[in-house]
């Protein structure tokens, strides 16, 4: 790994550890220890995670996704992860045939554009 993939990386891990601090206090309303014990590590280990100098284990993320609602994708990289929500939520008004004819007219525009 060269010097650029490992601030990268780095500055990856300082990132997921604000978002999941964001979860902790604002969305779940925890302290550090709540949280921790919820997702099977210590307190101290969650603080060095905030804080960017650690990484949870999959099992914290999955309790942690479990917990939160979040999806893993968002948890450790910040993706959008209301999308899928937001989606289905506005197609639910349309019968599955309004869909397909959707999605065949976007298919035609994209060919469009490629060429």
Do not use: C, P, W
């Amino acid at each position: 790994m060269n010097k650029s993939d490992l601030e990268l990386e780095k500055q990856e891990q300082i990132s997921r550890g604000k978002r999941i601090k964001y979860i902790r206090e604002h969305e779940l309303h925890m302290n550090k220890t709540q949280l921790a014990k919820e997702i099977g590590i210590s307190s101290q280990f969650l603080g060095l995670v905030e804080e960017g100098r650690g990484n949870l284990m999959y099992r914290s993320i999955r309790k942690l996704r479990d917990l939160s609602g979040h999806s893993a994708d968002y948890i450790l990289y910040g993706l959008d992860d209301t999308t899928i929500d937001k989606t289905k939520e506005l197609l639910s008004s349309y019968s599955d045939k309004e869909i397909k004819m959707a999605m065949n007219i976007i298919k035609d525009i994209a060919i469009f554009i490629k060429n």
